[in-house]
C-alpha cells in the first residue's frame, strides 16, 4: 500500500509539473490569468496583493482591469426622443454619437446660477461651434464613489473625514447610488453600489489607517468600477487625501486619461494639505486640482479640518444642481482621437457667466461620449 501510494504521488507531481489538471490541486496562477472585465466585487478575482484584512474586497490593480473597448459605455443607438414610464418619468434616449456634458453653472462670485435655458449655452469642440440637441436641468440622482486616503498620516483625520462623507451621503439625492473606497498602497472596496446609508457608513468606518498613498491607482480602479457597475447615467467620485501620491503604478496622466476613456466621471477632490511638508502639498495640490479642471469637478484645500463639512454639503448642492448639455459632434466619432470641450453661458441680469465641466474626451466609434440616458420629468427646454 505504501509502494501505491508513492507511486500515485509521483504522477501526480509530474502531471502537474506539466500542466495538466490533477483533481484537488489548483492550478498554477499563470495558467489562469485575471479577467480583463469582471467588476471588483468578484470574489473569485485574487488580490495583486494580499488585503489587510481577509474580510475586505481588495481593488486589482489598475492594469488588470482595462475594460474590453466594445463594452465601455456601448448601448444601442436611439433616435434622442423621450418615452413616458408607468411611473410618469420620462427617459431620453440619446444618439450613439452624442455628448453629453454635467455643467455647472456660478456667477461672478461663485454663486449657483438657476433657471438657465437651453439657448443660454453655447458649446465648441476642437473650436468648432456645435449645436445643442438635448438640455435638461434637474435634480437627478447619480451613481458615485467616495475615496478616503486610509494612509498611516490620516490616522487622526479620520473622524472628521467620515463624518463629513456621511454628510454628503445625507444631503445627496436620496436616490443615488454610492461605493466606498479605502486606499493606501492598496484600495479597498468597503462597500459596493448601493443606496443604503447605513451599509454605506459601515464603509466608511472600515479601515485601517497606515502604509503609503496610491491615489492614481484608486482612482483608476474606481472609475472602472463606475463603469461596470453604475446604474444611473450621471457619475461623481469625491477624493479626500491628505498628500501627494507615492505609491502608485500609474502616472496621474494615465489616471486622468482613464477617467477619460471611461466617459468621464465628474471629480471632486478635498485636500487635507494644511499640516503638509511644503514641496508635498504643492505637489499635491497641482494633482487634485488637475484630477478636478480636466472632469469638471472642484479641488477643494481647507485650513482646517472643521470645514471639511460645509465642503461635502457645497458638493452635495453642487451635483444636485447641475444642467446637462447634449450635442451632436460635427466631426464624426470614426475618426476617434481626443476633443477638447468648452462651453459658455449668458443670461440677461448676469455680466458674466463661469461654466464648469469636462475639457474633453475621447471619441471611439459605437460608443456615447458621456451617459447613456437621463430622466426628466418634461420634455427637454428649448
Not at 39 to 68: E, F, H, K, M, Y
Request: charge should be negative; hydrophobic fraction near 40%.
Amino acid at each position: 500500500m505504501l509502494c501505491q501510494n508513492l507511486r500515485n504521488s509521483i504522477r501526480l507531481l509530474a502531471l502537474a509539473a506539466l500542466g495538466l489538471a490533477v483533481p484537488g490541486l489548483c492550478p498554477l496562477t499563470a495558467q489562469n490569468p485575471v479577467e480583463a472585465a469582471p467588476g471588483l466585487q468578484n470574489p473569485t478575482r485574487p488580490a495583486v496583493q494580499p488585503p489587510l484584512d481577509q474580510d475586505r474586497d481588495p481593488i486589482p490593480s489598475p492594469d488588470l482591469v482595462v475594460p474590453p473597448k466594445e463594452t465601455v459605455g456601448s448601448a444601442p443607438a436611439g433616435n434622442n426622443q423621450l418615452t413616458k414610464k408607468a411611473d410618469g418619468v420620462y427617459t431620453m434616449h440619446q444618439d450613439v454619437d452624442e455628448v453629453l456634458l454635467n455643467c455647472t453653472v456660478v456667477d461672478e462670485k461663485g454663486r449657483p446660477v438657476l433657471g438657465l435655458s437651453r439657448n443660454d449655452f453655447r458649446v465648441w469642440e476642437d473650436g468648432v461651434p456645435q449645436e445643442t440637441s438635448s438640455f435638461i436641468h434637474q435634480d437627478l440622482p447619480v451613481a458615485m464613489g467616495i475615496l478616503i486616503d486610509s494612509s498611516g498620516s490620516m490616522l487622526d483625520k479620520r473622524t472628521a473625514v467620515d463624518a463629513a462623507a456621511n454628510q454628503l451621503l445625507v444631503e445627496s439625492n436620496p436616490r443615488s447610488t454610492a461605493f466606498v473606497v479605502n486606499f493606501n498602497e492598496k484600495a479597498f472596496l468597503d462597500q459596493g453600489f448601493t443606496v443604503d446609508r447605513v451599509a454605506l457608513r459601515h464603509g466608511i468606518d472600515h479601515f485601517d489607517a497606515r502604509g503609503a498613498t496610491a491615489l492614481y491607482d484608486a482612482v483608476a480602479a474606481s472609475a472602472d468600477e463606475l463603469s461596470h457597475h453604475a446604474k444611473q447615467p450621471k457619475q461623481v467620485l469625491l477624493i479626500v487625501t491628505d498628500g501627494a501620491d507615492n505609491a502608485s503604478r500609474l502616472a496621474l496622466e494615465e489616471a486622468i486619461r482613464r477617467v477619460q476613456n471611461l466617459g468621464g466621471p465628474v471629480v471632486y477632490t478635498i485636500g487635507l494639505l494644511y499640516d503638509a511638508e511644503k514641496k508635498e502639498a504643492q505637489r499635491a495640490r497641482n494633482d487634485l486640482e488637475m484630477l478636478s479642471a480636466e472632469t469638471g469637478g472642484l479641488a477643494y484645500f481647507p485650513k482646517s479640518l472643521s470645514d471639511v463639512d460645509e465642503i461635502a454639503s457645497e458638493v452635495a448642492r453642487d451635483i444636485r444642481n447641475q444642467y446637462t448639455v447634449g450635442y451632436h459632434a460635427t466631426k464624426s466619432t470614426s475618426l476617434g482621437g481626443y476633443r477638447t470641450v468648452h462651453v459658455e453661458a449668458s443670461a440677461p441680469g448676469y455680466k458674466h457667466l463661469i461654466v464648469r465641466t469636462r475639457r474633453g474626451y475621447f471619441a471611439k466609434p459605437g460608443q456615447r461620449n458621456g451617459m447613456t440616458a437621463q430622466k426628466a420629468s418634461a420634455a427637454p427646454q428649448q
